[in-house]
Structure formats: structure tokens, C-alpha cells
């Protein structure tokens, strides 16, 4: 199993900036893509932003330019720094990860708890 935890959520007001953090631990013998969903009540989870083993990127359109993902592969995490932070970003944000598991290569796909990020106006 793999088990994925967020950290860096909370309170901020509008303009402000948040870094939220993923690490992902377990039966892990290499990660292929890493990526920040969100999901407000009563609605469908959304991409905003994924990052490849390769390392490109592929950002919501709503938070170009103001969110940047990155990931440290020697610690197996993801980052998502958001800058110019607006009331339509609050969100409960979850972090996804897939990849292979060592031994027989048994592929997994990981979801983290969510962490909530609340941008005040």
C-alpha cells in the first residue's frame, strides 16, 4: 500500500499565498505522475495541477500563472506553491500519486485525506 499526507492547508486571505505538501510513503518503487485535485461540496473533482516523472507540468486554466507544482523524487513528494490566492480557490485540495509497486511492478493509484485551504475575501 501506499499512503499519501498532506500538510500546508489553512486560512489566508485574499492575495495571500499557501504551500501545501504531499508525501507519499509505502510499497514504492517509482512514482509516475503527482497531482492537486479539488472538490468543492456538491461538486466533481477538478485537476489543478500535474507533474510527471519527466517533470512537465499541466496546470487548471484557472490557476495558471498564480499556482506552480513541483517534486522532490528523492523524498517522494509533491509541492503546490499558490500565490495570488482568490475566494473561488477555497477548496478542500487533494493530492494524487501513481506508480508501481516493487517485487511484481503492481501498479497504484493514492489519494490523500484532503487538507483544507479557505481564502477570505
Known amino acids: 500500500q501506499v499512503q499519501l499526507v498532506e500538510s500546508g492547508g489553512g486560512l489566508v486571505q485574499a492575495g495571500g499565498s499557501l504551500r501545501l505538501s504531499c508525501a507519499a510513503s509505502?510499497?514504492?518503487?517509482?512514482?509516475?505522475?503527482m497531482g492537486w485535485y479539488r472538490q468543492a461540496p456538491g461538486k466533481q473533482r477538478e485537476l489543478v495541477a500535474i507533474?510527471?516523472?519527466?517533470?512537465?507540468?499541466d496546470y487548471a486554466d484557472s490557476v495558471k500563472g498564480r499556482f506552480t507544482i513541483s517534486r522532490d523524487n528523492a523524498k517522494n513528494t509533491v509541492y503546490l506553491q499558490m500565490n495570488s490566492l482568490k475566494p473561488e480557490d477555497t477548496n478542500v485540495y487533494y493530492c494524487?500519486?501513481?506508480?508501481?509497486?516493487?517485487?511484481?511492478?503492481?501498479?497504484?493509484?493514492?489519494w490523500g485525506q484532503g487538507t483544507q485551504v479557505t481564502v477570505s475575501s
Open positions: 494524487n500519486a501513481d506508480g508501481w509497486e516493487p517485487i511484481y511492478r503492481d501498479k497504484f493509484v493514492s
Open positions: 509505502g510499497s514504492i518503487f517509482s512514482i509516475n505522475a
Open positions: 507533474i510527471r516523472s519527466s517533470g512537465s507540468a
